[in-house]
């Protein structure tokens, strides 16, 4: 079954065609070259654009000088009270609700211990997933979830009663608890999915358009009338071209079986089988073809390439993000 992205995760992800010996260069260029920093306190900013880290931190400050002020965490224990803080506290070793990040006189992270009235293990405390259900709230929650042991709410990644976890997805909810709540659109499954917006179905074997993944009992059934691929590939991730009708996912694509086009993710024959996007003249791996940067020398024009790019192999131009073929494998001469 074609896998979709859940918010709380970062997934290396393949595109129809690509492999894991396509190598773009010596630094393997991947289809989204983000750094996420959420999560992450390990890491000194730079507020200013200095290019240094930031030390504008008051004297008596015993942490990084760049957890103090940062605009996200709250720091505790660090001498003087962090000003990310709604409440906090400034005591080595100390302890409060709202911190995300406790210190000893060294500076040292030492994990804060869950605060008096948590229910539930110190180790589900503020740990980046939702728990419901712990008699206060979770600052993982953000404000949103529920308390009461055995309570449930749509923004609870883990619900638990008294003495065990439980299922978060509601008592009608006919399809499995990982379904719930997923960042998927599921449809037919007795009770609305709170992934859903306005215009879903509930009833097994419904289709609506608004819906990923549509679930007749055990099975998959086709979300969108007219659409002759398999079950799984509406919607989500992929731009799926060749399908009979256009692909919600899709910006630009094609419908017909067989055909090729710019913003198409995974092509499809008349039999709805996966097949190469790349056109007939295309020299390089396929999966370069239309994945977001300029490829040249590969016998046509990259869809990639909107201004200038060349052809023919070995070539460069200074719009080229990667040349190849002759001397050139990946990375362009500098002119």
């Known amino acids: 079954m074609r896998q979709f992205l859940i918010p709380t995760l970062a ?12 190598n773009k260069s010596s630094t393997n260029r991947t289809p989204s070259d983000h750094v996420s920093t ?21 004297e008596g400050w015993n942490c990084s000088p760049a957890y103090y002020n940062d605009g996200s965490d709250c720091d505790c224990g660090c001498g003087v009270l962090d000003p990310d803080c709604a409440t906090g506290c400034a005591e080595p070793g100390c ?3 709202d911190c995300e990040y ?25 740990d980046y997933a939702c728990d419901c259900g712990c ?20 923004a609870c990644d883990i619900c638990h009663d008294s003495a065990n ?21 599921d449809c037919g499954c007795g009770v609305a999915d709170a992934d859903c917006a306005d215009g879903n179905c509930t009833t097994a074997g419904c289709q609506a358009d608004v819906c990923d993944l549509c679930h007749n009992g055990e099975n998959l059934v086709v979300c969108k009338a007219g659409w002759a ?3 799984d590939t509406w919607g989500g991730l992929f731009c799926d071209c060749g399908c009979g009708i256009a692909d919600k996912s899709c910006e630009g694509g094609c419908v ?14 008349g039999a709805g089988d996966e097949m190469s996007c790349a056109p007939a003249g295309w020299t390089c791996s396929e999966s370069f073809y239309g994945d977001g940067g300029c490829d040249c020398g590969c016998g046509i024009a990259d869809v990639d390439c909107t201004t200038g790019g060349c052809t023919t192999p070995g070539c460069t131009e200074a719009n080229c993000g990667y040349c190849w073929g002759g001397s050139n494998n990946g990375d362009c001469p500098q002119g």
Do not use: F, K, M
């Open 11 to 22: 997934l290396g992800l393949s595109l129809a065609g690509c492999s894991s010996d396509d």
């Open 38 to 58: 959420g999560g992450d306190h390990d890491t000194a900013t730079d507020n200013d654009g200095t290019g240094d880290q930031d030390n504008n931190a008051p």
């Open 95 to 97: 302890e409060a609700t």
């Open 102 to 126: 406790c210190y000893n006189a060294n500076g040292e992270d030492i994990g804060c211990p869950a605060p008096e009235g948590w229910t539930c293990g110190d180790a589900t405390w503020n």
């Open 135 to 154: 008699g206060i709230e979770d600052p993982s929650c953000y404000g949103t979830s529920c308390t009461t042991p055995g309570c449930r709410e749509n």
């Open 165 to 185: 976890t439980l299922s978060c997805a509601p008592d009608a909810w006919t399809c499995t608890e990982e379904n719930w709540t997923d960042g998927v659109c």
């Open 229 to 231: 691929c398999a079950a």
């Open 256 to 269: 017909e079986a067989s055909c090729l086009a710019n913003g198409c993710h995974v092509c499809h024959d």
